[in-house]
């Protein structure tokens, strides 16, 4: 039962940080980036989930 509340406990504080970290990089995306011809927002996004992606498979590859 401890195992079980431990488990519950790291996958809802896990969470909780991806909702912060994904609230940061909307904020980020929507504010801070320029809105006109200088950039766009898409491109962005589409780095970001590109550097996850990478970053995923790497860190998989090592276990």
Known sequence: MALLSAITAVSIGLG???LIAGILLYVIVREFLPEKKEGRP?????GIAVFMG???LLNN???
Do not use: D, P, R
């Not at 898409?42 to 589409?46: A, C, G, Q």
């Open 16 to 18: 909780l940080v991806s």
């Open 42 to 46: 898409l491109y962005f996004i589409i």
């Open 54 to 56: 990478i970053s995923l």
């Open 61 to 63: 590859s090592n276990h």
